[in-house]
């Protein structure tokens, strides 16, 4: 098959931004990894972003979009435009030489069980003002056909993976908002979502510090982890859930976890500590006990959590993206870019093992400019 440049774009459940990567490939195999860069939303937008997220709670039809989703769906649309149309310039890529870009939107609600999943972001509208084709609504084929759509990502990790020199089977572990692993060990991939990756500790440092994130770990480097609470949060159903599975991203929120009263690096240790313990969780779920974690994600970035992770997951190793020669920022968005490519030539892009459904199942809408 003829090699494609694809852009693909990734809004995740932490919104701090537009990922933006371009990758040379057939849809089967990695050709060519191009940058990649990130749009960050300034505060009001990402303001606007909660709020729908907030709003989307009473849908039951996916198509609607009342109110602020309406605005918030023109927000989604112009900041991946703005994104794409400076990483063009940045880089000086001619955008006639870009094939197809990926649009994964921002998924303001997941509910595969009532066959619901809502990612806002217009694709027509994105193709025509780039004038290059777009590929997107990725996820609904999928949930329409009973699976969870999600993880997504598998059918990019396995391609990855396949090549990597590293003990299998190997497991990516992609911490973003909510946290999925992908297991890879020569079959089709098996997936599943872990738990809360970022969201909770992101959620609850702007709550008690304002602040977006727990930036390095530094906060929860200093914190002790309250164990009891992490026991008890891991007592959660999802939990003992057999793969695939996956989570909306206020499945485990500040407001329904019962965190209690701790000080602010504690609570910060806490919730990384339960991240980390989340993903251990897994393990005896998976076809057999993986010998290589890598990472990615913003997860990757936080050395504290990465302790955590590696005490947990011992005796496997346990590696960022970019310490094997990936990217542990561009991962989604390069993912989103294979899909669309995926999508162009009637591959599948979900499986059984990833989301549950009962076949392989194409997916995505081409939006031509």
């Not at 990756?197 to 309250?226: E, K, S, Y």
């Not at 500040?254 to 980390?276: C, F, K, M, Q, R």
Request: with cysteine; net charge negative.
């Amino acid at each position: 098959m003829a090699v494609l440049r694809a852009i693909g774009l990734m809004s995740g459940t932490s919104m701090d931004g537009v990922d933006v990567a371009l990758l040379e490939t057939d849809g089967e195999s990695i050709a060519g990894f191009g940058p990649a860069s990130c749009r960050p939303y300034t505060d009001t937008e990402r303001t606007l972003l909660r709020a729908a997220l907030a709003a989307a709670v009473t849908l039951t039809d996916r198509t609607s979009r009342p109110g602020v989703l309406a605005e918030a769906e023109a927000l989604t649309t112009r900041t991946h435009a703005e994104a794409v149309e400076g990483f063009l310039a940045d880089h000086g890529i001619d955008p006639a030489s870009i094939n197809v870009v990926g649009f994964h939107g921002q998924t303001v609600l997941h509910r595969p069980l009532q066959r619901l999943t809502v990612q806002i972001g217009d694709g027509p509208a994105l193709a025509r003002r780039l004038g290059i084709r777009v590929v997107y609504d990725l996820r609904a084929a999928d949930v329409a056909a009973g699976g969870q759509g999600a993880p997504l990502v598998p059918v990019y990790h396995q391609a990855l993976a396949r090549t990597l020199d590293r003990p299998h089977p190997i497991a990516v572990l992609n911490v973003g908002g909510v946290a999925n692993v992908t297991w890879v060990d020569g079959s089709d991939p098996v997936a599943c979502d872990t738990g809360p990756g970022n969201a909770l500790i992101d959620d609850f440092m702007r709550a008690r510090t304002g602040q977006p994130l727990d930036r390095d770990g530094d906060t929860a480097a200093r914190g002790q982890v309250d164990e009891a609470f992490v026991l008890r949060a891991l007592a959660h159903p999802f939990f003992v859930q057999l793969a695939p599975k996956s989570l909306d991203r206020n499945d485990f929120a500040l407001a329904n976890i019962g965190l209690p009263e701790l000080s602010v690096v504690d609570g910060a240790a806490t919730l990384s500590a339960l991240t980390a313990a989340s993903v251990a969780r897994v393990v005896p779920r998976l076809p057999s006990v993986p010998r290589s974690w890598i990472v990615g994600g913003g997860g990757a970035r936080n050395p504290t959590l990465m302790r955590m992770l590696a005490a947990q997951l011992a005796p496997a190793t346990v590696e960022t993206a970019d310490a094997v020669g990936w990217s542990a920022d561009a991962l989604e968005a390069q993912a989103f870019a294979f899909m669309a490519v995926r999508s162009l030539r009637g591959l599948p892009i979900t499986f059984p093992g990833t989301t549950g459904v009962t076949q392989p199942m194409q997916g995505g809408v081409t939006a031509e400019p």
